[in-house]
């Protein structure tokens, strides 16, 4: 069982930055990603980065974040990060990690967030306008 908490979220004005973490155990096997969910709205994919072992590790974006936001792994730490800088209002939701053992960022399997097993419990981020 795979356990994911999230931390980092806060209130900030646009333009601002803020860094989002991810701990849990077991990482390195699980590709890692970011997923988001603004009131009345469905999640939606934000950004995905593959597992340890490939032999390289890729990150893709939505294009909503692409340039502003970026996706990284500590495997030692047992952490993902996600950077986001350049916050705008649209940016405002909770946002979530979540772990796919079977997803590859080469697919479309990534960006599906009914792919996922593992979830954190989420964190908020507003942003003011």
């Known amino acids: 069982q795979v356990q994911l908490v999230e931390s980092g979220g806060g209130l900030v004005q646009a333009g601002d930055s803020l860094r989002l973490s991810c701990a849990a155990s077991?990482?390195?096997?699980?590709?890692m990603a970011w997923f988001r969910q603004a009131p009345g709205k469905e999640r939606e994919f934000v950004a995905a980065i593959s597992r340890s072992s490939d032999n390289t590790v890729y990150t893709i974006y939505a294009d909503s974040v692409k340039g502003r936001f970026s996706g990284s792994r500590d495997n030692p730490k047992n952490t993902v990060y996600l950077q986001m800088n350049s916050l705008k209002p649209e940016d405002t939701a909770v946002y979530y990690c979540?772990?796919?053992?079977?997803?590859?960022?080469?697919?479309?399997?990534?960006?599906?967030?009914?792919?996922?097993?593992?979830w954190g419990q989420g964190t908020q981020v507003t942003v003011s306008s």
């Open positions: 979540a772990a796919c053992q079977a997803c590859t960022v080469t697919s479309g399997t990534a960006r599906n967030p009914d792919r996922y097993h593992y």
């Open positions: 077991g990482l390195s096997s699980y590709l």
